[in-house]
């Protein structure tokens, strides 16, 4: 398989954070282009319509996680682009995913001990589910 193009589903959390250390071993072996996207799912129901708000406040929380995530593109000797979108975090990564044409998407999912270890996590379910491309799903 050539990977020439991958994308990795970034939250900030400690998994994303694997997910995008995974990205990074891939793509200096490959070559690869990596892109790293980042979902703000507005609120579904806003009893005094202060979705724009939630969302400006959302993208000024997620803009300094994105910063360090091109720092750490660039103390790797890579560049990282990074995209945020608001939507669906499945639905989104997904289409986003089919619109640059990864060859790959990295996602993390929870860890979780016991019989819900066998269920990987809502949003990486339905991206593998989804997706057009394979999807590597790094665990805790």
């Known amino acids: 398989m050539d990977v020439k193009s991958i994308l990795v589903a970034?939250?900030?959390s400690r998994q994303s954070q694997k997910a995008l250390d995974w990205a990074?071993?891939?793509a200096a072996k490959t070559?690869?282009?990596v892109t790293?996207?980042?979902v703000i799912k507005p609120p579904d129901f806003s009893p005094t319509g202060e979705v724009n708000e939630f969302m400006y406040d959302a993208e000024k929380y997620?803009?300094?996680l994105l910063d360090k995530v091109?720092?750490?593109g660039r103390d790797n000797g890579r560049e990282i682009n990074t995209v945020l979108l608001r939507g669906h975090p499945a639905e989104s990564i997904?289409?986003?995913a089919d619109d640059i044409?990864?060859?790959l998407i990295i996602t993390g999912t929870r860890g979780m001990g016991g019989f819900k270890s066998l269920v990987i996590g809502s949003v990486a379910q339905k991206v593998v589910t989804y997706a057009k491309v394979p999807v590597l799903i790094i665990k805790d």
């Open 94 to 96: 997904v289409k986003y």
């Open 70 to 72: 091109k720092k750490t």
């Open 10 to 12: 970034y939250d900030g």
């Open 31 to 33: 070559n690869a282009k």
């Open 36 to 38: 790293t996207v980042t």
């Open 24 to 26: 990074l071993d891939i």
């Open 101 to 103: 044409s990864a060859d």
């Open 62 to 64: 997620y803009q300094p």
